[in-house]
């Protein structure tokens, strides 16, 4: 506290006192207006009391009263839940069969029809079960049969023929079927020739520019294909038809029919080479090469040369090679 402030203080301190007025105290004392005393009769707990209690305190005590309801009906509902909970699991474990026959369910009803009924369907229900197990039972009996059928069928088709053929016969087959392939494909050169002749007295002795030229003479693309071309696709129409579906080679496309030596078609598999007379030479290209000479760019085959050794005997059904095939 500093000086100024204590010589305030003092200062005050030492203020005299004011002197009071005589008679204040009874003045004072007749103003103050005392509560009446009630009688003995009129005490707290009367009706108007409580009444006037109840109209001050009813907003408080009246959302209480509707929460403390609502606690109590809650409270009943859950208990009534747990008791369907447990009655409910006491049944399930009164319907499972202890020594694995079907129990019947008991139906907790006065009506005496309803649980007659209720048992009759369940004895109807009980007899297409035990229909529908012994139909599946001999189905499955089925099934086992086909199965044991069918593994005997995989075991005999496994097992190598009784009537198998010897490496000499299974040798000749496959001579007998590369025969027949190369007369095949012979024959699809004679067509392919007389073709090219049907077109060319059509349009000036010429010969067609390519093959779809003449698709009018020939009478299906799959001629166009050798028999034992087997990575080549046949083409099944005209409308599909590309080189990609022919073995054979054109060597005289757009050219003078007049030429009877030149080689017209080739197959590159066989060696057989088709001439613009619609002869066809049979293995010449391979067997005897030096029968086909080449003249200002074009292929020709020489009757009259000589082969350099004995040819081997031609296969049945093919030309001979000393000549050309009518």
């Known amino acids: 506290m500093s000086d100024l402030e204590q010589n305030i203080e003092d200062v005050l301190r030492a203020a005299p006192k004011p002197t009071p007025p005589a008679e204040l105290k009874e003045r004072l004392i007749a103003q103050v207006r005392l509560p009446a005393v009630q009688p003995a009769s009129q005490s707290p ?34 208990m009534e839940i747990r008791d369907l909970k447990q009655a409910l699991q006491d049944l399930s474990r009164d319907a499972v069969p202890k020594d694995g026959t079907l129990s019947v369910p008991t139906v907790r009803t006065n009506d005496a029809t309803a649980e007659t009924d209720a048992a009759d369907r369940t004895q109807q229900e009980i007899a297409r079960l035990r229909e529908l197990a012994t139909q599946l039972t001999s189905e499955v009996a089925q099934l086992e049969q086909l199965r044991a059928e069918n593994t005997k069928l995989r075991t005999q088709l496994a097992a190598p023929p009784a009537g198998a053929l ?34 060319a007295i059509d ?17 299906t693309p799959k001629i166009l294909v050798c028999p034992a071309d087997k990575t080549r696709e046949v083409a099944y129409g005209w409308a599909s038809y590309s080189s990609a579906h022919c ?34 030479q049979g293995y010449v290209a391979k067997q005897h090469p030096e029968r086909l000479v080449q003249r200002d760019g074009k292929l020709y085959l020489d009757p009259s040369a000589q082969p350099s050794q004995a040819a081997p005997a031609a296969p049945p059904g093919n030309p001979p090679p000393g000549g050309p095939n009518p």
Request: proline share 8%.
């Open 247 to 280: 073995s054979y080679e054109y060597l005289a496309p757009s050219a003078s029919d007049e030429e009877p030596f030149r080689v017209l078609f080739r197959c590159p598999i066989h060696g057989h080479a088709g001439l613009c007379d619609g002869s066809v």
């Open 45 to 78: 707990s009367s009706p108007p009391a409580i009444a006037g209690w109840l109209r001050r305190w009813w907003p408080v005590l009246a959302p209480g009263a509707v929460s403390l309801a609502c606690a109590v009906g809650l409270t009943l509902q859950q």
């Open 166 to 199: 010897t490496p000499e016969e299974t040798d000749a087959l496959a001579k007998a079927k590369e025969r027949a392939e190369a007369i095949a494909c012979i024959n699809n050169l004679k067509q392919m020739g007389l073709a090219v002749r049907v077109w």
């Open 203 to 219: 349009n000036a002795n010429m010969t067609p520019p390519d093959m779809l030229s003449m698709s009018n003479e020939l009478s």
